[in-house]
């Protein structure tokens, strides 16, 4: 029987680097995004490139109904899944007051919310002949509680957290469950701008898409729980573990409201998807 | 040297013809009466170099077409559309095709397609676009395909095991690559094409020029070292100028030269010239892109 692997979020930088990578592994995919036309290009490129079977169903996580039909093409397609990677998150950058309240629900509801419900949804669908692999995108900003991303880091940890004991939960039941916590990655113009604003202090952790991607998954393959790409980052993240927390906020939060002033001078906060 | 062939009879096609060398390149063409079809990312950029062009020689005919050269599937659409704008010479014909545009990119950025920036934009684009655009070159007398590649194809190599560089990205090395690509892409093509066909293929190194190409897809130290050298670099307007010098003299079929800087050729490296790698290269490429040529 064919398999797959799901990817949500899977027309964005880290999306895409997701997709290729499993491509190159030879692993047929189930992609998702927004973007119809998007996941088209997408889908074509990896099937010709790599000759791997490619489905793809546009879907708004943060929106139910869509996430429902989502859900019910996989089933009705009898679609058997070896792994899911859920890349799909948002932030929306600058100091929670100035976030609406519709910016406030949008980031819950895709961070948490659809990532949750995929993962709880898609389970069902495993193939129970092998290890079924489920990878969430969680930040390195889940290490640290972040001023100016607040909301954002806060959701990240919750998925740090969460996939760390759902790991437990599925162990008997021949799943692992990998949480990456990448640094910032360079993946378009409009992070570019906002690394290239922190400065060295974003360039040395800063790591390609395409090297996480192909960390993560042989992370995954070992069934490791926390994917780190990078060594500086590792160091950030232990040093990050010997100060107490609310001095290493007051520290991040120094840094990213320059870098945030640098990157938007003045402008409306604007929308940066992680993938 | 007397010229061999006369460029106002001809329709040249230019890529990146919005500034740098392709710019330039477009501007003398045109202002030596060729037909040209310039072709660009943006649409300002696009009108202004017509503008530009125009207000110096009014009569020039030129003409741009849009197009995203890291969208393969932009790049199909290209070509319908020059042949379409070819076709008001009343001849189904193209004369040259100067497969120019390039990028750089501090970063790995993924493609629409998935594939990594700066090999679609400076390999697979002129790939698939000379691909698509061979029939009408095989109607000119003597049609020339031009790549510009570079001095950077020296000394380096292809990674065979991860061509798109997606786990240990290197922005020079990948930028490397793509230039050697350009030259193992010329040699295999004039390979194909054999002996007695009326296109040849050139590999154009250009030197070091005085562009915006390094502050592109850059920032920081990259952006600042490429400021300090590209001051240091010729005008566009001499590689411009011996590209054109390219066009008029250099004989098709009969010329054996690959690699041309400076008007005068010019050994490429030595992994440039393996006939392995140049296979190798086009049978991925040609997955890639979603080709297959010469095909019956
Ligand atoms: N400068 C040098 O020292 C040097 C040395 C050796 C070889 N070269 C080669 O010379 C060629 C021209 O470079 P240049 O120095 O003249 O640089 P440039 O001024 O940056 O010109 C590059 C051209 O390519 C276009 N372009 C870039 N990305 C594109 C995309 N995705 N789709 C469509 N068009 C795109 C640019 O459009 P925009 O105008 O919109 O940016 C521009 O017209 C390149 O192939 C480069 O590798 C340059």
Known sequence: ?275 | MSRKYNISDMTIVVTGATSGIGFAAARQLALKGAFVIGVGRNEEKCSEAIQKISEESPGARIRYIMADLSSLRQVRDLSARIRSVAAETGNDRIDVLVNNAGAFSNWYISTEEGFELQFTVNHLAPFLLTHELLPLLKNSEAGKVITVSSGSHYRTRIRWNDILMRKRYNCLLAYKQTKLANVLFTTELNRRLGPSSNIRAFAFDPGLVNTDIGLKGTAGIAKWIWQLRKNKGRSPDIPASEIVWLIENVDTPQSNEVYWKGCEPKAPSRYSRREDAAVRLWEISEKMCGVKWFSG
């Not at chain 1, 692997?5 to 499993?22: D, P, R």
């Not at chain 1, 232990?238 to 927390?245: D, E, R």
């Open chain 1, 1 to 275: 029987m064919q398999s797959f692997v799901c990817i949500t979020g899977a027309t964005g930088g880290l999306g895409k680097a997701f997709a290729v990578e499993c491509a190159n592994r030879g692993w047929n995919l189930f992609i998702t995004d927004i973007s119809e036309p998007a996941l088209v290009r997408l889908a074509d490129g990896l099937q010709t490139a790599y000759g791997i079977k490619v489905l793809y169903f546009p879907c708004d996580l943060t929106d139910a109904d869509s996430r429902a039909r989502l859900i019910e093409e996989m089933s009705g397609r009898k679609i058997c899944l070896d792994g899911l990677i859920n890349v799909a998150g948002l932030d929306f950058e600058g100091d929670f007051f100035d976030r609406t309240k519709e910016q406030i629900r949008t980031l819950i509801r895709l961070n948490v919310e659809a990532n949750l419900e995929i993962t709880h949804e898609l389970l069902k669908l495993r193939n129970s002949e092998k290890t079924f692999r489920i990878i969430n995108v969680a930040s390195l900003a889940a290490f640290y509680p972040m001023p100016v991303k607040a909301m954002y880091s806060a959701s990240k940890r919750f998925l740090l957290n969460f996939s760390i004991a759902l790991r437990e939960e599925l162990r008997p039941m021949n799943c692992t469950v990998t949480v990456l916590c990448p640094a910032g990655m360079p993946t378009n113009e409009k992070c570019i701008r906002s690394i290239d604003a922190q400065g060295f202090a974003g360039r040395i952790t800063t790591k390609n898409v395409g090297y996480v991607a192909a960390c993560t998954i042989d992370a995954s393959l070992k069934g490791k729980t926390v994917c780190i790409p990078g060594l500086t980052n590792k160091i950030v993240r232990f040093a990050g573990s010997l100060v107490p927390s609310s001095l290493v906020s007051q520290l991040i939060g120094a840094r990213w409201k320059e870098a945030h002033r640098k990157s938007f001078q003045g402008n409306k906060p604007v929308l940066r998807t992680d993938n």
